[in-house]
Protein backbone atom coordinates (compact mmCIF):
# COMPACT_ATOMS: atom_id res chain seq x y z
CA UNK A 1 0.00 0.00 0.00
CA UNK A 2 1.06 3.88 -0.75
CA UNK A 3 1.65 5.69 2.10
CA UNK A 4 -1.69 8.23 2.86
CA UNK A 5 -3.60 5.75 1.03
CA UNK A 6 -3.81 2.85 3.89
CA UNK A 7 -5.82 2.53 6.89
CA UNK A 8 -7.09 6.11 7.56
CA UNK A 9 -9.95 7.36 5.10
CA UNK A 10 -10.96 11.16 5.31
CA UNK A 11 -12.74 11.86 8.12
CA UNK A 12 -16.16 11.75 7.49
CA UNK A 13 -17.81 15.60 6.86
CA UNK A 14 -19.42 16.03 10.56
CA UNK A 15 -18.97 18.52 13.48
CA UNK A 16 -17.01 16.96 16.36
CA UNK A 17 -15.72 19.29 18.58
CA UNK A 18 -11.70 18.59 17.95
CA UNK A 19 -11.00 17.63 21.36
CA UNK A 20 -12.78 14.81 21.39
CA UNK A 21 -11.86 13.36 17.79
CA UNK A 22 -8.42 11.48 17.33
CA UNK A 23 -8.70 12.41 13.57
CA UNK A 24 -8.50 16.12 14.17
CA UNK A 25 -5.73 16.29 16.62
CA UNK A 26 -2.92 18.50 15.85
CA UNK A 27 -0.59 15.54 15.99
CA UNK A 28 -2.51 13.44 13.79
CA UNK A 29 -2.60 16.34 11.07
CA UNK A 30 1.00 16.50 10.97
CA UNK A 31 1.32 12.30 11.06
CA UNK A 32 -0.83 12.53 8.11
CA UNK A 33 1.09 15.38 6.57
CA UNK A 34 4.35 13.65 6.46
CA UNK A 35 2.66 10.21 5.48
CA UNK A 36 1.65 12.56 2.17
CA UNK A 37 4.46 13.77 1.63
CA UNK A 38 6.25 10.33 1.63
CA UNK A 39 3.22 8.93 -0.60
CA UNK A 40 4.18 11.78 -3.20
CA UNK A 41 7.92 10.08 -3.75
CA UNK A 42 6.20 7.48 -5.28
CA UNK A 43 8.39 5.22 -3.06
CA UNK A 44 6.01 2.49 -1.26
CA UNK A 45 5.57 2.49 2.68
CA UNK A 46 9.00 1.52 4.07
CA UNK A 47 7.08 0.64 7.37
CA UNK A 48 5.41 -2.12 8.74
CA UNK A 49 6.53 -4.72 6.63
CA UNK A 50 5.21 -8.29 6.95
CA UNK A 51 8.16 -10.88 7.50
CA UNK A 52 6.68 -14.00 7.09
CA UNK A 53 9.38 -16.31 8.76
CA UNK A 54 12.39 -15.75 11.21
CA UNK A 55 14.83 -13.09 10.65
CA UNK A 56 18.15 -14.18 10.22
CA UNK A 57 20.35 -13.35 7.62
CA UNK A 58 17.60 -13.26 5.05
CA UNK A 59 13.81 -13.01 5.37
CA UNK A 60 10.34 -13.69 3.54
CA UNK A 61 8.63 -10.63 2.46
CA UNK A 62 5.71 -11.05 -0.04
CA UNK A 63 6.56 -15.02 -0.43
CA UNK A 64 10.34 -13.13 -1.65
CA UNK A 65 13.54 -14.39 0.19
CA UNK A 66 15.69 -11.09 0.59
CA UNK A 67 18.83 -10.77 2.57
CA UNK A 68 17.85 -9.01 5.81
CA UNK A 69 20.12 -6.21 7.50
CA UNK A 70 17.05 -4.78 9.24
CA UNK A 71 16.37 -7.10 12.23
CA UNK A 72 18.69 -7.28 15.84
CA UNK A 73 18.89 -11.45 15.66
CA UNK A 74 22.49 -10.21 15.74
CA UNK A 75 23.95 -13.82 16.99
CA UNK A 76 21.71 -15.97 15.12
CA UNK A 77 20.26 -16.70 18.11
CA UNK A 78 16.26 -16.00 17.69
CA UNK A 79 14.55 -19.01 15.71
CA UNK A 80 17.84 -21.01 16.71
CA UNK A 81 16.81 -25.19 17.29
CA UNK A 82 17.83 -25.00 20.72
CA UNK A 83 16.68 -21.42 21.76
CA UNK A 84 13.33 -22.55 20.75
CA UNK A 85 13.11 -26.05 22.28
CA UNK A 86 14.24 -24.25 25.78
CA UNK A 87 11.28 -21.99 25.25
CA UNK A 88 8.49 -24.86 24.19
CA UNK A 89 10.29 -26.76 27.20
CA UNK A 90 9.69 -23.79 29.57
CA UNK A 91 5.84 -23.20 27.71
CA UNK A 92 5.11 -26.89 28.68
CA UNK A 93 6.15 -26.76 32.47
CA UNK A 94 5.00 -23.27 33.54
CA UNK A 95 1.97 -22.74 31.15
CA UNK A 96 2.01 -19.69 28.59
CA UNK A 97 1.59 -16.94 31.43
CA UNK A 98 2.91 -16.98 35.04
CA UNK A 99 -0.50 -15.02 35.68
CA UNK A 100 0.73 -12.80 38.91
CA UNK A 101 3.06 -10.10 39.27
CA UNK A 102 6.42 -12.03 40.75
CA UNK A 103 5.89 -9.95 43.93
CA UNK A 104 2.72 -12.03 44.68
CA UNK A 105 2.57 -15.63 43.03
CA UNK A 106 3.93 -15.14 39.60
CA UNK A 107 7.66 -16.00 40.45
CA UNK A 108 8.95 -19.90 38.74
CA UNK A 109 12.40 -21.18 38.97
CA UNK A 110 13.26 -20.12 35.52
CA UNK A 111 13.21 -16.07 36.88
CA UNK A 112 15.76 -16.33 39.46
CA UNK A 113 18.00 -18.92 36.91
CA UNK A 114 18.10 -16.65 34.66
CA UNK A 115 18.61 -13.54 36.70
CA UNK A 116 21.49 -15.53 37.87
CA UNK A 117 23.09 -16.39 34.86
CA UNK A 118 22.78 -12.26 34.00
CA UNK A 119 24.27 -11.15 36.89
CA UNK A 120 27.57 -13.76 36.26
CA UNK A 121 27.72 -13.34 32.89
CA UNK A 122 27.80 -9.22 33.53
CA UNK A 123 30.25 -10.03 36.23
CA UNK A 124 28.09 -8.48 39.22
CA UNK A 125 26.09 -9.23 42.29
CA UNK A 126 22.68 -9.18 41.40
CA UNK A 127 19.91 -9.08 38.73
CA UNK A 128 16.20 -7.82 38.04
CA UNK A 129 14.02 -9.22 34.90
CA UNK A 130 11.23 -7.15 33.59
CA UNK A 131 8.66 -7.79 30.99
CA UNK A 132 10.03 -4.85 28.64
CA UNK A 133 13.05 -3.20 27.40
CA UNK A 134 11.92 0.02 26.99
CA UNK A 135 9.78 -0.78 29.78
CA UNK A 136 12.80 -1.20 32.30
CA UNK A 137 13.91 1.75 30.98
CA UNK A 138 11.05 3.91 32.22
CA UNK A 139 10.35 2.53 35.33
CA UNK A 140 13.74 2.24 36.97
CA UNK A 141 15.03 5.74 35.77
CA UNK A 142 11.30 7.19 36.71
CA UNK A 143 11.69 5.49 40.10
CA UNK A 144 15.56 5.99 41.27
CA UNK A 145 15.79 9.65 41.02
CA UNK A 146 13.41 12.36 41.70
CA UNK A 147 12.88 16.18 42.18
CA UNK A 148 16.16 17.62 43.15
CA UNK A 149 18.53 15.24 41.46
CA UNK A 150 19.75 15.36 37.99
CA UNK A 151 20.00 12.90 35.02
CA UNK A 152 22.84 13.74 32.53
CA UNK A 153 22.48 11.73 29.62
CA UNK A 154 24.01 11.52 26.46
CA UNK A 155 22.43 13.77 23.72
CA UNK A 156 21.73 10.60 21.39
CA UNK A 157 19.91 8.32 24.15
CA UNK A 158 17.58 6.07 23.15
CA UNK A 159 13.45 7.32 23.59
CA UNK A 160 13.19 5.04 26.77
CA UNK A 161 15.73 6.95 28.55
CA UNK A 162 14.55 10.23 27.85
CA UNK A 163 10.90 9.04 28.75
CA UNK A 164 12.18 7.69 31.91
CA UNK A 165 13.59 11.07 32.63
CA UNK A 166 10.78 12.79 32.40
CA UNK A 167 9.06 10.11 34.65
CA UNK A 168 10.93 10.76 37.39
CA UNK A 169 10.43 14.76 37.49
CA UNK A 170 14.59 14.96 37.95
CA UNK A 171 16.29 18.06 36.14
CA UNK A 172 17.14 16.46 32.78
CA UNK A 173 20.20 17.40 30.87
CA UNK A 174 21.80 16.23 27.97
CA UNK A 175 25.42 16.39 26.95
CA UNK A 176 27.14 16.27 23.82
CA UNK A 177 27.47 12.68 22.50
CA UNK A 178 30.34 10.27 24.26
CA UNK A 179 31.95 13.56 25.42
CA UNK A 180 32.91 12.69 29.13
CA UNK A 181 35.01 15.77 29.50
CA UNK A 182 31.69 17.75 28.69
CA UNK A 183 30.02 16.02 31.45
CA UNK A 184 32.93 16.22 33.77
CA UNK A 185 32.88 20.22 33.19
CA UNK A 186 28.70 20.41 33.71
CA UNK A 187 29.27 18.37 37.07
CA UNK A 188 32.02 20.42 38.43
CA UNK A 189 29.94 23.71 37.58
CA UNK A 190 26.34 21.89 39.30
CA UNK A 191 27.24 18.97 41.57
CA UNK A 192 26.77 20.83 44.90
CA UNK A 193 23.46 21.98 43.75
CA UNK A 194 21.60 18.80 43.51
CA UNK A 195 20.98 15.84 45.86
CA UNK A 196 21.77 12.59 43.51
CA UNK A 197 22.68 13.04 39.55
CA UNK A 198 22.60 9.63 37.70
CA UNK A 199 24.56 9.56 34.19
CA UNK A 200 23.26 7.68 31.42
CA UNK A 201 25.37 6.22 27.99
CA UNK A 202 24.95 3.53 26.32
CA UNK A 203 27.42 0.45 25.58
CA UNK A 204 26.39 0.84 21.82
CA UNK A 205 24.44 3.52 19.73
CA UNK A 206 22.18 2.15 17.41
CA UNK A 207 21.89 4.49 15.45
CA UNK A 208 25.65 5.26 14.81
CA UNK A 209 27.52 1.92 15.42
CA UNK A 210 29.66 3.86 17.54
CA UNK A 211 30.29 2.92 21.42
CA UNK A 212 31.21 4.40 24.90
CA UNK A 213 34.74 4.61 26.59
CA UNK A 214 32.86 3.70 29.41
CA UNK A 215 36.16 3.43 32.05
CA UNK A 216 36.34 7.43 31.32
CA UNK A 217 32.83 7.75 32.62
CA UNK A 218 33.63 5.60 35.54
CA UNK A 219 36.12 8.14 36.20
CA UNK A 220 34.05 11.25 36.08
CA UNK A 221 31.01 9.65 38.47
CA UNK A 222 33.74 8.67 40.69
CA UNK A 223 35.60 12.14 41.10
CA UNK A 224 31.75 13.57 41.63
CA UNK A 225 29.94 11.14 43.45
CA UNK A 226 27.06 10.44 40.65
CA UNK A 227 25.59 6.91 40.07
CA UNK A 228 26.39 6.21 36.56
CA UNK A 229 23.78 3.84 34.51
CA UNK A 230 25.15 1.85 31.28
CA UNK A 231 22.33 0.95 28.69
CA UNK A 232 23.62 -2.47 26.95
CA UNK A 233 20.46 -3.33 24.75
CA UNK A 234 23.42 -3.47 21.57
CA UNK A 235 27.03 -3.84 23.73
CA UNK A 236 25.22 -7.50 25.36
CA UNK A 237 26.22 -10.13 23.22
CA UNK A 238 27.93 -8.46 20.89
CA UNK A 239 31.18 -6.18 22.64
CA UNK A 240 34.05 -8.41 24.37
CA UNK A 241 35.58 -11.46 23.01
CA UNK A 242 33.18 -13.61 24.30
CA UNK A 243 30.18 -11.13 23.93
CA UNK A 244 29.92 -10.27 28.10
CA UNK A 245 29.30 -6.57 26.82
CA UNK A 246 31.01 -3.61 27.67
CA UNK A 247 32.71 -4.46 30.56
CA UNK A 248 34.15 -7.51 28.74
CA UNK A 249 35.34 -5.23 26.29
CA UNK A 250 37.29 -2.59 28.59
CA UNK A 251 38.27 -5.51 30.53
CA UNK A 252 37.00 -3.47 33.98
CA UNK A 253 35.34 -4.12 36.71
CA UNK A 254 31.74 -4.46 36.09
CA UNK A 255 31.27 -3.27 39.55
CA UNK A 256 32.45 0.28 38.67
CA UNK A 257 28.95 0.69 37.07
CA UNK A 258 26.06 1.43 39.78
CA UNK A 259 23.20 0.28 36.95
CA UNK A 260 23.87 -2.51 33.65
CA UNK A 261 20.59 -1.99 31.96
CA UNK A 262 20.25 -4.41 29.00
CA UNK A 263 17.45 -6.08 26.73
CA UNK A 264 16.66 -9.40 25.95
CA UNK A 265 14.99 -8.77 22.74
CA UNK A 266 18.22 -8.65 20.80
CA UNK A 267 21.12 -11.17 21.17
CA UNK A 268 19.39 -12.95 23.65
CA UNK A 269 16.32 -13.71 21.13
CA UNK A 270 13.48 -13.02 23.74
CA UNK A 271 12.01 -10.05 24.96
CA UNK A 272 12.05 -8.12 28.10
CA UNK A 273 14.69 -6.41 29.88
CA UNK A 274 17.24 -6.21 33.24
CA UNK A 275 18.85 -4.39 35.66
CA UNK A 276 21.99 -5.56 36.72
CA UNK A 277 23.65 -4.40 39.80
CA UNK A 278 24.67 -4.49 43.55
CA UNK A 279 22.05 -6.68 45.85
CA UNK A 280 20.88 -3.76 47.25
CA UNK A 281 19.95 -1.91 43.90
CA UNK A 282 18.07 -5.50 42.96
CA UNK A 283 16.81 -5.72 46.33
CA UNK A 284 15.36 -2.17 45.89
CA UNK A 285 13.72 -2.51 42.24
CA UNK A 286 12.07 -6.11 43.35
CA UNK A 287 10.11 -4.59 46.33
CA UNK A 288 9.51 -1.07 44.87
CA UNK A 289 9.89 -0.50 41.16
CA UNK A 290 6.03 0.26 39.71
CA UNK A 291 7.13 -1.49 36.48
CA UNK A 292 8.07 -4.63 38.23
CA UNK A 293 5.59 -4.46 41.48
CA UNK A 294 2.98 -3.93 39.39
CA UNK A 295 3.31 -5.80 36.63
CA UNK A 296 3.17 -9.30 35.38
CA UNK A 297 6.16 -11.39 35.75
CA UNK A 298 8.26 -12.15 32.27
CA UNK A 299 6.69 -15.03 30.85
CA UNK A 300 7.91 -18.77 30.71
CA UNK A 301 8.67 -18.66 27.17
CA UNK A 302 10.79 -15.16 26.79
CA UNK A 303 12.36 -16.86 29.80
CA UNK A 304 13.21 -20.22 28.55
CA UNK A 305 14.29 -18.50 25.13
CA UNK A 306 17.14 -16.30 26.86
CA UNK A 307 18.02 -18.97 28.88
CA UNK A 308 18.79 -20.57 25.73
CA UNK A 309 20.31 -18.18 24.01
CA UNK A 310 22.80 -17.70 27.00
CA UNK A 311 23.62 -21.72 26.47
CA UNK A 312 24.39 -21.69 23.44
CA UNK A 313 26.25 -18.28 23.46
CA UNK A 314 28.65 -20.04 25.72
CA UNK A 315 28.85 -22.99 23.86
CA UNK A 316 29.51 -21.31 20.49
CA UNK A 317 31.50 -18.22 21.85
CA UNK A 318 32.62 -17.84 18.05
CA UNK A 319 29.38 -16.04 16.75
CA UNK A 320 30.54 -13.14 18.60
CA UNK A 321 34.21 -13.16 16.74
CA UNK A 322 32.04 -14.05 13.17
CA UNK A 323 29.95 -11.41 13.69
CA UNK A 324 33.09 -8.78 14.89
CA UNK A 325 34.39 -10.27 11.20
CA UNK A 326 31.37 -9.98 9.25
CA UNK A 327 30.55 -6.00 10.34
CA UNK A 328 34.39 -4.73 10.28
CA UNK A 329 34.23 -6.37 6.32
CA UNK A 330 31.08 -4.72 5.58
CA UNK A 331 32.08 -1.16 6.98
CA UNK A 332 35.63 -1.80 4.94
CA UNK A 333 33.66 -2.27 1.95
CA UNK A 334 31.73 1.03 2.37
CA UNK A 335 34.10 2.86 3.67
CA UNK A 336 37.00 2.07 0.65
CA UNK A 337 34.08 2.82 -1.98
CA UNK A 338 34.08 6.31 -0.29
CA UNK A 339 30.73 6.25 1.65
CA UNK A 340 29.50 7.68 4.85
CA UNK A 341 29.56 5.32 7.39
CA UNK A 342 29.78 8.13 10.45
CA UNK A 343 31.29 6.77 13.39
CA UNK A 344 30.63 3.71 12.62
CA UNK A 345 33.23 1.42 14.81
CA UNK A 346 34.02 -2.30 16.05
CA UNK A 347 29.85 -3.01 16.38
CA UNK A 348 27.35 -4.73 14.20
CA UNK A 349 25.58 -0.94 13.57
CA UNK A 350 26.32 0.02 10.04
CA UNK A 351 24.94 3.59 9.00
CA UNK A 352 25.18 4.60 5.33
CA UNK A 353 24.69 8.27 5.42
CA UNK A 354 23.17 9.87 2.44
CA UNK A 355 22.26 13.35 4.01
CA UNK A 356 18.96 13.45 2.27
CA UNK A 357 15.69 11.51 3.14
CA UNK A 358 14.27 11.10 -0.36
CA UNK A 359 17.55 9.02 -1.15
CA UNK A 360 17.81 7.39 1.56
CA UNK A 361 13.99 6.40 0.90
CA UNK A 362 15.07 5.53 -2.77
CA UNK A 363 18.23 3.23 -2.04
CA UNK A 364 16.50 1.45 0.40
CA UNK A 365 14.00 0.74 -2.49
CA UNK A 366 16.61 -0.39 -5.01
CA UNK A 367 17.95 -2.47 -2.84
CA UNK A 368 14.59 -4.28 -2.23
CA UNK A 369 14.68 -5.02 -6.09
CA UNK A 370 17.92 -7.08 -5.46
CA UNK A 371 16.45 -8.80 -2.72
CA UNK A 372 18.42 -6.94 0.29
CA UNK A 373 16.04 -5.49 2.91
CA UNK A 374 17.29 -2.60 5.18
CA UNK A 375 15.66 0.06 7.02
CA UNK A 376 15.65 3.70 5.95
CA UNK A 377 16.02 6.13 8.98
CA UNK A 378 14.57 8.80 8.31
CA UNK A 379 13.57 12.98 8.79
CA UNK A 380 11.84 13.38 11.44
CA UNK A 381 13.01 10.52 13.22
CA UNK A 382 16.84 12.01 12.70
CA UNK A 383 17.97 15.43 10.94
CA UNK A 384 17.24 15.56 7.22
CA UNK A 385 21.02 16.06 6.92
CA UNK A 386 21.15 12.80 8.80
CA UNK A 387 19.09 10.40 6.89
CA UNK A 388 20.25 7.33 6.76
CA UNK A 389 20.06 3.72 6.03
CA UNK A 390 20.82 1.21 8.58
CA UNK A 391 22.23 -2.01 8.60
CA UNK A 392 22.56 -4.54 11.31
CA UNK A 393 24.73 -6.85 10.52
CA UNK A 394 23.94 -10.75 12.11
CA UNK A 395 26.77 -13.29 12.61
CA UNK A 396 24.58 -15.51 10.32
CA UNK A 397 25.38 -13.22 7.33
CA UNK A 398 27.85 -14.81 4.57
CA UNK A 399 31.05 -12.69 3.13
CA UNK A 400 29.32 -13.17 -0.33
CA UNK A 401 25.84 -11.31 1.07
CA UNK A 402 28.08 -8.92 2.71
CA UNK A 403 30.22 -8.26 -0.61
CA UNK A 404 27.04 -8.65 -2.85
CA UNK A 405 25.18 -5.82 -0.66
CA UNK A 406 27.98 -3.13 -0.76
CA UNK A 407 28.62 -3.54 -4.34
CA UNK A 408 24.73 -2.86 -4.71
CA UNK A 409 24.46 0.04 -2.51
CA UNK A 410 27.67 1.48 -3.88
CA UNK A 411 26.16 1.15 -7.49
CA UNK A 412 22.85 2.81 -6.72
CA UNK A 413 23.91 5.36 -4.80
CA UNK A 414 26.38 6.27 -7.64
CA UNK A 415 22.95 6.17 -9.95
CA UNK A 416 21.25 8.00 -7.42
CA UNK A 417 23.97 10.91 -7.80
CA UNK A 418 25.85 10.62 -4.43
CA UNK A 419 28.97 11.89 -4.45
CA UNK A 420 31.20 9.36 -2.74
CA UNK A 421 33.38 10.86 0.75
CA UNK A 422 37.05 10.87 0.66
CA UNK A 423 37.42 7.75 2.88
CA UNK A 424 39.99 9.73 5.65
CA UNK A 425 36.89 11.78 6.11
CA UNK A 426 34.52 8.78 6.78
CA UNK A 427 37.08 7.31 9.42
N1 LIG B 1 17.48 0.79 25.00
C1 LIG B 1 18.01 0.92 23.77
C2 LIG B 1 19.33 1.59 23.62
C3 LIG B 1 17.33 0.42 22.64
O1 LIG B 1 17.85 0.55 21.43
C4 LIG B 1 16.07 -0.20 22.83
C5 LIG B 1 15.25 -0.73 21.68
N2 LIG B 1 15.81 -0.86 20.49
C6 LIG B 1 15.55 -0.30 24.12
C7 LIG B 1 16.29 0.20 25.17
C8 LIG B 1 14.22 -0.95 24.36
O2 LIG B 1 14.34 -2.32 24.26
P1 LIG B 1 13.15 -3.26 23.77
O3 LIG B 1 13.01 -3.04 22.29
O4 LIG B 1 13.65 -4.61 24.07
O5 LIG B 1 11.93 -2.86 24.52
Known amino acids: DSLGQDRHPAPAAQTVEPEYDFSQF ?26 EGTVGDTTLIDGQEMISFAS ?14 FASDAIQKYGTSVSASRLVSGEKPIHGQLEKQIADWIGVEDCILMVGGHATNETTIGHLVGEGDLILH ?15 G ?10 FEALDRVLTETRSQYRRVLIIVEGVYSMDGDFSNVPEFVNV ?13 HSFGTMGTTGHGMAEYWD ?46 MPPAQVGAALGALDVLAREPDRVERLRQRSELFLNLCRDAGLDTGESNQTPVVPVITGNSLVALRLSNRLKADAIN ?54
Request: proline share 5%; charged share 20%; hydrophobic share 40%.
Open 26 to 51: GEFRRLMSIKEQLNMTGVPNPYFSVH
Open 252 to 297: MDAKDVDIWMGTLSKSAASCGGYIAGSHSLVELLRYTAPGFVFSVG
Open 374 to 427: VQPILYPAVDESAARLRFFITSEHTEEQIRFTAERVTHHLSELGFQPVSSAASG
Open 72 to 85: YNYLGLSGHPDVNQ
Open 154 to 168: DSLSHNSIVQGALLS
Open 170 to 179: ARRRPFPHND
Open 221 to 233: KKRHQALLMVDEA
